[in-house]
């Protein structure tokens, strides 16, 4: 009898193992491609790509010259710029937004141009240091006419 309970917890647990990771792997396929603009030459920016793959999403990362320009055709308001640019479906990512960030966009779908986190705020994603420190820094979502408002705090 115990032997057969134990067989039993055993099959449960492995199909509810696989149910899963099956679940997982629907959910990543369904994410949509990530675009993002930055330069050759940043580090952080690679570390944020990285970042995004690491939490499942497809990214599409290019080296261009012309950031300002990029940001200029996208909205990006001049007070919320960092140090690269993103696209994700119709929504712009500006700077070192949380991949967290950017599922719950993607799943609450507001009314917004897109979400940023202006600067580089130090132990957000891609501007980790060995010490482990981190700055407080917001999340702001932004509007066609470049008004920003609080989306999430870290």
Same mark, same amino acid.
């Given at each position: 009898?115990?032997?057969a309970i134990?067989? @039993?917890?055993?099959?449960?647990?492995?199909?509810?193992?696989?149910? !899963?990771?099956?679940?997982? &792997? %629907?959910?990543?396929?369904?994410?949509?491609? %990530?675009?993002?603009?930055?330069?050759?030459? =940043?580090? =952080? =920016?690679?570390?944020?790509?990285?970042?995004? /793959?690491?939490?499942?999403?497809?990214? %599409? &990362?290019?080296?261009?010259?012309? @950031?300002?320009? %990029?940001?200029?055709?996208?909205?990006?308001?001049?007070?919320?710029?960092? =140090?690269?640019t993103a696209?994700?479906?119709?929504?712009?990512?500006? *700077?070192?937004?949380? &991949?967290?960030?950017?599922? /719950?966009?993607?799943?609450?779908?507001?009314?917004?141009?897109?979400? &940023?986190?202006?600067?580089?705020?130090? *132990?957000?994603?891609?501007?980790?240091?060995? !010490? *482990?420190?981190?700055?407080?820094?917001?999340? @702001?979502?932004?509007?066609?006419?470049?008004?920003?408002?609080?989306?999430?705090?870290?």
């Amino acid at each position: 009898m115990t032997r057969a309970i134990a067989l @039993l917890a055993g099959a449960f647990l492995a199909a509810v193992t696989a149910w !899963s990771a099956s679940t997982l &792997a %629907i959910a990543q396929e369904k994410r949509p491609v %990530i675009s993002v603009w930055k330069s050759a030459t =940043c580090g =952080c =920016c690679v570390k944020w790509v990285d970042h995004l /793959r690491q939490s499942g999403y497809q990214v %599409i &990362a290019r080296d261009v010259d012309n @950031l300002d320009e %990029i940001k200029r055709v996208n909205g990006v308001p001049t007070h919320l710029q960092s =140090c690269h640019t993103a696209k994700v479906g119709a929504y712009v990512v500006e *700077g070192h937004v949380p &991949a967290s960030d950017i599922d /719950r966009l993607l799943n609450e779908r507001p009314a917004v141009k897109g979400i &940023a986190v202006p600067g580089m705020p130090l *132990g957000s994603p891609g501007m980790e240091v060995p !010490s *482990g420190e981190k700055e407080s820094y917001a999340v @702001l979502s932004f509007d066609e006419a470049g008004r920003s408002a609080p989306f999430s705090r870290h």
